[in-house]
Nanobody, 116 residues
Framework: QVQLVESGGGLVQPGESLRLSCAAS????????MAWYRQAPGKERELVAL???????TYAISVKGRFTISRDNVKDTVTLDMNNLKPEDTAVYYC??????????WGRGTQVTVSS
């Protein structure tokens, strides 16, 4: 059974940093594309960043240069380092695992709130 468990969310002030982690289990981690999505109140879920099984990365324009996604295929984790956080980054952040042959899986999410 595939499980994705996010951690690291919290309340920070604008300009501060936060690290989100997602621990995966029940899957062949290194064969999956991993991603972070977020959903703010009243808005649709949007892609924040993704990293392929070959370590290629893609970022939303709104976070490019501030956020960094990485993966550890030994620990089966994916991390999102978020710097210079802004109030508009406030959302629930979800970990996503996708492989074309088997479909995709979601974590339950972790809340990130950026407020002074």
């Amino acid at each position: 059974q595939v499980q994705l468990v996010e951690s690291g969310g919290g309340l920070v002030q604008p300009g501060e940093s936060l690290r989100l982690s997602c621990a995966a289990s029940g899957m062949i981690f290194n064969s999956y594309q991993m991603a972070w999505y977020r959903q703010a109140p009243g808005k649709e879920r949007e892609l924040v960043a993704l990293i392929t099984s070959t370590f290629r990365t893609t970022y939303a324009i709104s976070v490019k240069g501030r956020f960094t996604i990485s993966r550890d295929n030994v620990k089966d984790t994916v991390t999102l380092d978020m710097n210079n956080l802004k109030p508009e980054d406030t959302a629930v952040y979800y970990c996503n695992a996708m492989r074309f042959t088997t479909g995709e899986y979601w974590g339950r999410g972790t809340q990130v709130t950026v407020s002074s």
